[in-house]
T-cell receptor, first 111, second 115 residues
């Protein structure tokens, strides 16, 4: 079993919809939780990060971490066609950089 | 502007050949990483380095090697390329032990095909 499992998708939604992307994990030592966005044929770029449990909001994006359930989510409000990309969750035990990634969920937002 | 670059962007090689993929960053980051990305497997860590002369094996290190002789570069070598190593390779870097996050900055990727 993988340490990090991500809802596989693909996901297709109409413009303006609320999108929920989810990952579960098995390693209770994970403390840092990240979401990366990857456009086609590009490298991933950091979208959101959270340390330990809780919520974090940045514009239309909200990241949630529930360590008791070993479950993290990324919510996108008022989704836009420009949000169409693959979203990768990532987690690490320490802040020294070694992360474990989920397989990614590909999102398409249709105009 | 600081950046991270990879070369070549595309490479076709034959089974058994030695191949080296270059990664160069200008942020002066101590930490550097190599990942491969395949359909159905996401990003998998190959090797990583926390500083000059430091290298560590990741999840899928067999058949790969790295060396770190300066802060800016972490070349990845496939000693004897195999078809199973056909993949997209990403290099990344991050600062040491940031208080809050270990944000990794990724390069544009190298698409390697082994025939």
């Amino acid at each position: 079993q993988k340490e990090v499992e991500q809802d596989p998708g693909p996901l297709s939604v109409p413009e303006g919809a609320i999108v929920s992307l989810n990952c579960t994990y098995s390693n209770s030592a994970f403390q840092y939780f990240m979401w990366y966005r990857q456009y086609s044929r590009k490298g991933p770029e950091l979208l959101m990060y959270t340390y330990s449990s809780g919520n974090k909001e940045d514009g239309r994006f909200t990241a949630q971490v529930d360590k008791s359930s070993k479950y993290i989510s990324l919510f996108i409000r008022d989704s836009q066609p420009s949000d169409s990309a693959t979203y990768l969750c990532a987690m690490s035990v320490s802040n020294a950089g070694k992360s474990t990634f989920g397989d990614g969920t590909t999102l398409t937002v249709k105009p | 502007d600081a950046e991270i670059t990879q070369s070549p962007r595309h490479k076709i090689t034959e089974t058994g050949r030695q191949v080296t993929l270059a990664c160069h960053q200008t942020w002066n980051h101590n930490n550097m990483f190599w990942y491969r990305q395949d359909l159905g497997h996401g990003l998998r860590l190959i090797h990583y380095s926390y500083g000059v002369q430091d290298t560590n094996k990741g999840e899928v290190s067999d058949g790969y090697s790295v060396s770190r002789s300066n802060t800016e570069d972490l070349p990845l070598t496939l000693e004897s390329a195999a078809s199973s190593q056909t993949s997209v390779y990403f290099c990344a870097s991050s600062e040491s032990a940031s208080e809050v996050t270990d944000t990794q900055y990724f390069g544009p990727g190298t698409r390697l095909t082994v025939l």
